[in-house]
Every structure is written in structure tokens, then in C-alpha cells.
């Protein structure tokens, strides 16, 4: 059986150089160059690898040695890439996309990523919206203890709705003002979950992230206990190194 190779990232040549980290299965890392790209991998133990928090954690880790070890310009690889031979590497990435590859360098070279994910509690929210929304306040006490029609449900329900719905809309330009100028490219994902409202990446200067940090810090206070902010300012570049960026 020819062996297996797990492969984490692609980086301009040279590359990186006796990372202190170990890769899955506490497998040593290695690198291989292909022309002008470097790619890091470890022998693999297994034939599949599941996603689980371990394995995902120590995909990571490897990345981000070689970011803190200063190979801070890298594509990282999609979790649970296995190969058995470099060929496949040439014929399906590096022939077809490496001159794509190259201006995506180009492109991350001087950058990183970091994240922006905010959260609020919608219960609470929305008492307080009916706390300040006398209007809207004095429709629903209007209709309490009546038997309503499924019009008066859908209209009270549309009303409610469209009131969250630009309290929503309030934060994230709030968030929008105050940190896209600070990114040569910004991408919004969709929310992971119900009580998510905005989940954005951004890539900014390296030297520029204690100015943007200070920035969310600023919107921390502006929000007070409205907003729960997850701000990630060290990690692989995967928002900006996806497929669809080397057509």
C-alpha cells in the first residue's frame, strides 16, 4: 500500500523550516516543494481522518506555528486532505490554478485574518423593543385576552418582525461604519445560529490589528450588554483562500 501523506497548507517557496509542532497522530511535519510551492504534511496513520475537535484542533495548530514561527503568507488546506502521490497535487491543483495560486499569494502577503462574530439574546431584545416602542407596545396590549384572526396574528407577528428586523440592521452598520475601512476584503457568512447576527471576516495589515481590536473594544462599549462580540485575531487565512477565489 503506497504511503499516505496529510497534507494542512501551501506556502510561498521557501516555506517553513523545523516547526516545533507535531502534526495528527503526533506525526512529524515535513514539507515538499513544487516549483514555487511549498507544501506542509505529515505522514498519515489513517486512511480518513473524522472532523472531530481533536483533529480539527490539530490542523489548526500547524498553521499557526508556522504563522507565529513567521510564514505568515499561506493557503491553508481544507481538513482531511489525503494523498498518496505529489502527481495528483500537479494535475488537479498546481497545473489547472497556479498562476491563480500566485496572485492569492500576492494577495495575502502582508495580511491576516480575523473574525467577527456577534451574538445577542432575542428574547431580550425583543422586550426591549417593546419597552421603547410605544406604538407597537400599545398594538399588542390592544389585542390581549382577544380571540384573534389569523390576519391579526400574521399583522402583529409581521409588525414585530420587521421592528427586529431593523434593530438587526442597526448593529451590523454600526459594525459595517467602524471596521470595513480597516480591510482590503471583507466577507459576510451566514449566522451559525439564531441568537447570531453578524459572522464577518476581514483582512487587514498585520501591523493594523491593535487599531482595529480597539475598534471592536469601542463597539463593546457602545452595545454594553446588548451584544455578546467572539473576536478571533489569529487564525489561517480559509475565507480568503476559498475555490471560488482562483477562478
Do not use: C
Request: charged share 25%.
Amino acid at each position: 500500500m503506497p504511503q499516505l501523506l496529510y497534507l494542512y497548507g501551501i506556502f510561498p517557496a521557501p516555506g517553513p523550516e523545523e516547526l516545533e509542532v507535531q502534526g495528527l497522530d503526533k506525526q512529524p511535519i515535513s514539507t515538499h516543494t513544487i516549483g514555487s510551492f511549498v507544501f506542509l504534511y505529515s505522514v498519515a496513520q489513517q486512511e480518513r481522518y473524522l472532523a472531530s475537535r481533536k483533529n480539527l484542533l490539530g490542523h489548526e495548530r500547524v498553521l499557526e506555528a508556522a504563522m507565529q514561527a513567521g510564514y505568515r503568507t499561506l493557503l491553508p488546506l481544507q481538513f482531511g486532505l489525503i494523498i498518496t502521490t505529489w502527481d495528483r497535487v500537479v494535475e488537479e491543483l498546481i497545473n489547472p490554478r497556479g498562476e491563480a495560486l500566485k496572485r492569492l499569494f500576492v494577495k495575502l502577503d502582508g495580511h491576516r485574518e480575523v473574525s467577527v462574530k456577534v451574538l445577542w439574546e432575542p428574547d431580550a431584545e425583543l422586550n426591549q423593543l417593546m419597552a421603547e416602542n410605544a406604538g407597537l407596545r400599545s398594538q399588542r396590549d390592544q389585542l390581549e385576552g382577544k380571540q384573534l384572526s389569523m390576519e391579526q396574528v400574521v399583522t402583529i407577528g409581521q409588525a414585530i418582525e420587521e421592528a427586529m428586523g431593523d434593530r438587526k440592521d442597526e448593529v451590523i452598520k454600526a459594525f459595517r461604519q467602524r471596521l470595513n475601512s480597516f480591510a482590503v476584503d471583507v466577507i459576510e457568512n451566514d449566522p451559525l445560529t439564531d441568537a447570531m447576527i453578524y459572522n464577518t471576516a476581514y483582512l487587514i495589515p498585520w501591523e493594523g490589528e491593535a487599531e482595529f481590536s480597539q475598534e471592536i473594544e469601542a463597539l463593546d462599549e457602545q452595545f454594553e450588554d446588548r451584544l455578546r462580540i467572539r473576536y478571533n485575531n489569529f487564525t489561517a487565512p480559509y475565507n480568503f483562500a476559498q475555490p471560488d477565489q482562483l477562478e
